[in-house]
């Protein structure tokens, strides 16, 4: 653990001094630390899975508290949490049965089967057999005699438990080991995103399409080179995105790409949008409502699709969901900037000076990073896992998030 | 039939009203008038109706939501003499021959406020100006496009006035019955002048057969003129022929703008400059508005109208009739020549295209017996008055109607630079309400710092933000107040680019939207997105982010021809998202636009 503090704590900084900035970047860096903590963790010998997890939520909550609006980090803290909670769930399940097979693991099968070579292969067979099926009536009916068989042989290993100490030991590299295993494909998964949200990229875009979309998003960038690699026609709007006006870069880099690229300024959305056939942005977070935080304007623009009737594709990768859901995030999930991108001080300067008469600014500047939109006003989203609509979202949570990791906080303490 | 049914005759009101189309005048001063207004504005905007504001402005004006009736001549007070002078007249015309009354009733139709009476020796010379108009008439086909434009429009404006003045209950009834037959003979007046007059004593009850019976030729020249298509290639072949600015042709342009014309900035202004001295039929005020225009110095609606109308002022005093011409017909040559000119420097405002329309007017329907001083005279208090009384005391009177609508603890939210709405703030803070300023703006004009830094100057509490932030500031905001370029007849909002954006989230948020708008700038045209009609401004700005050299990423943009830049002037809010608006004429709801047009604008906009 102490060797692990000196990586913690520059991320830490990093976080809070906003160095590391956008979801992907922070997801993977986060996941690599979390990695690095789960290696570096000695197992003790009982009770290692709580353990290893309070471990990663005491990194957990000092990295969420470095930037709370950064909610890729709470999600990877969470994802990391869940994959400890399920990979320790299979391996005692296994354990129980005589088995060290687990369902999440497909690497692990064949090192599993090697470590214990006391087990007859039918019950292996049988087990794997269970474990693969779907549930039906057959299976209920099949559970009774293969659980009777299993228990049996369960309380033969049961009995062997105690006398080697090897096993044990064999069980703690494995958790650990399986645990690693799994938070490096959760860094692929966060990698390759970007190739499966643009497979469906042909799905949507026909030919003649005009497309609208604000600022620069790289998944929006992948998606829209994806349907030009397979030689759909469409042309593209770009809204400049004030103030970062990243929407010059994506114009530049669609145009290099051969899509016909007109950029606007954000004001000409509304007046630009009744000759648009589809709005497709990328997100900063996705809640757990089907709600979105996406850079500012974002609201503008999907309330002006909505009143067009233009759908609103939101594109983003699965390590954006987010399991909380939003109480007032125009405010809490949200972060003023500095007002120098607005005004230039210089110019301003002498407006600074006045004052009423209890000191307060005449003149404030208001700068916010993000926006949200509401459930309602977005059409659909595209992730790695396919699309779904905005009240499906939440169904996705419970595959990666266990409901009591919603807040990260050291359970030994409590 | 019921025959339990009371029959409809007895019984009080009961009565099946004729419904009047336009404004009545009573009896009885104008504040008892709003139930015979047949186009008031519904109670929609509830707090208009039940606000007695009569308090906050002066005493003897109108209550905000009152259209007021026209002004006519048996109603104005001040100028008494001549209501008695015109109708006497007019009732002893009433045999002789309806030229006479043509022209009376033209006289009737004008603003009364003017302190010329009509007299009985100028009657006289309009007689003589008809005859001399019927002289010119055979030459129909010397006259140039504009001329007969003029003349349509003076035919138009009396034929309107015949049947405004017959709309009013008068209560001469010679003058009344003298009515229907002017109209009907302006009606024939453009096929001949013969002057055969059916004398029918006419009462108020027919005056919907008489705008029935408004031609259908009439009405079809009411609607607007269609505007030049820049994707008709030759019309653009031929304007360009005649051209005094150099312009050439954007690269990269957006195929769904085609219609609209693009031209390369930059290259004008110091060509322009340079050929100062040598613009022998440019007047020198009229070249130097069309350079700041083209520099952006003067922009805004108001401001580049008056701009223009004080250079018109100018030119017409410098101006002599050539020799062997009518000064009317010259002079309306000219002011067009003029105005190609301003065109071409930038696409003309509705504003100033409204101004052009009164200024042509005005010159048509000069008396031909004035001298050429006098003459030059007249149109330019007639410039002066268009700008003291559809501008000056226009804004000054919506000032008065707006800051009902300011309450203390009240958190404003406005768009761009907009003259009335910075004059209301300033009026509202004057008055001692405390009340804050959000300010909007947006690139690539940025007018709103501008305005912010007139408004902290003055003492107002502002906040700064930029159009993307719209959404996250809008849930403090009470109150949203927008200007406007113009306001179209289906009630559409044309005003600069992004106000339809801060219109939409405002309403989305159920926060009222007050758009502020001289009557002047309303214009019969409609429009139903930003693509059909709009300004394109020049696209290099958007590629340089004035203070940030880190973003040259769109610096050659022109190689590319995969890449376009578009900048929007002006965008079309849809009237749906505006509650409410407020203009010389009162507080209107957007449904009410086109009466104030259609009623309005041929006699009053038109002095």
Known sequence: ?414 | MDLRRPPRSTSGGVEPKIRQVGFVTPDVSAPTEPAAVGAAPAPQSGTAVGSPTASDLAPGSLSPVMIPPPLHADHLSPDSPSPAASDAILASSAPQPSSMRFDAASELGEDDSRSLAPSAGELEANKGDLAGDSASIPQKQKTSKAERRAIQEAQRAAKAAAKEAGLSGKSTGAASGANPAISKQAKLAKTSQKKDVPHAASTVGSEKKISERLPERDRKKDAPHPRMQFDDVHRVEKAKKRAIVNQSEARNRVELFRHLPQYVHGTQLPDLESKFFQLEPIHPSVYKVGLQYLSGEVSGGNGRCIAMLLAFREAIKDYSTPPNKTLSRDLTAKISSYVSFFIECRPLSISMGNAIRFLKNRIAKLPLTLSESETKVSLQTDIERFINEKIVVADQVIVSHAITKVRDDDVLLTYGSSSVVEMILNYAHELGRKFRVIVVDSRPKLEGQGLLRRLVAKGINCTYTHINAVSYIMHEVTRVFLGASSILSNGTVYSRVGTASVAMVAHAFGIPVLVCCEAYKFHERVQLDSICANELGDPDVISKVPGRADLGHLKNWADNENLQLLNLMYDATPSDYVSMIITDYGMLPPTSVPVIVREYRKEHLWV
């Not at chain 1, 950064?70 to 296994?94: Q, Y």
């Not at chain 1, 005004?343 to 004052?355: A, R, T, V």
């Not at chain 1, 700068?367 to 979202?393: A, C, I, R």
């Open chain 1, 1 to 414: 653990m102490p060797d692990v503090q000196p990586l913690v704590s520059e991320f830490v900084l990093k976080l809070k001094r906003r160095k590391v900035e956008g979801s992907h970047a922070v997801a993977r860096q986060t996941a690599e630390l979390l990695r690095s903590v789960v290696s570096q963790h000695r197992m003790g010998s009982t009770n290692q899975a709580a353990a290893l997890a309070d471990a990663i939520r005491s990194v957990g909550e000092q990295l969420i508290s470095a930037n709370p609006i950064e909610l890729a980090v709470g999600n990877i803290v969470r994802r990391v949490l869940h994959i400890i909670k399920e990979e320790d769930i299979s391996s005692t399940a296994v354990g129980i049965e005589g088995l060290s097979v687990t369902v999440d693991s497909d690497d692990e099968y064949d090192s599993g089967n090697d470590d214990h070579p006391t087990l007859s292969a039918a019950v292996l067979a049988s087990h794997a057999r269970n474990a693969l099926r779907a549930p039906s009536l057959q299976t209920l009916l099949d559970d009774i005699p293969v659980s009777t068989a299993l228990s049996r042989s369960a309380s033969s290993t049961g009995d062997s438990d105690g006398k080697t100490a090897g096993d044990k030991s064999l069980k703690t590299r494995k958790l650990k080991h399986d645990v690693i295993a799994a938070i490096g494909d959760l860094i692929e998964e966060i990698d390759t995103c970007y190739d499966q949200i643009s497979e469906q990229a042909v799905e949507l875009i026909h030919q003649n399409e005009v497309i609208l979309t604000l600022g620069r998003s790289r998944t929006v960038k992948e998606f829209l080179y994806a349907a030009k690699e397979k030689k759909r026609s469409f042309r593209v709007f770009v809204a400049e995105g004030s103030p970062r006006y990243q929407g010059h870069v994506l114009a530049k880099e669609l145009v290099e790409k051969g899509v016909q690229t007109t950029v606007i300024t954000d004001s000409a959305i509304f007046a630009m949008i009744s000759r648009v056939n589809m709005v497709i942005v990328g997100a900063h977070a996705i809640m757990a409502n089907g709600g979105v935080i996406a850079p500012v304007g974002m609201n503008m623009v999907a309330l002006a699709a909505q009143k067009h009737a233009v759908p609103f594709v939101v594109v983003a990768g699965s390590h954006k969901l987010c399991p909380l859901y939003p109480h007032n995030p125009e405010v809490l999930l949200n972060e003023l900037k500095s007002p120098s991108d607005l005004l230039d001080f210089g110019e301003f300067s002498n407006c600074m000076n006045f004052s009423t008469q209890d000191g307060t600014p005449l003149l404030n500047v208001v700068n916010p990073t993000f926006d949200y939109v509401p459930p309602k006003l977005v059409s659909l989203f595209v992730t790695d896992t396919g699309g779904h609509s905005p009240s499906y979202m939440y169904r996705l949570i419970s595959e990666y998030y266990s409901a009591d990791d919603l807040v990260v906080q050291r359970k030994s303490t409590s």
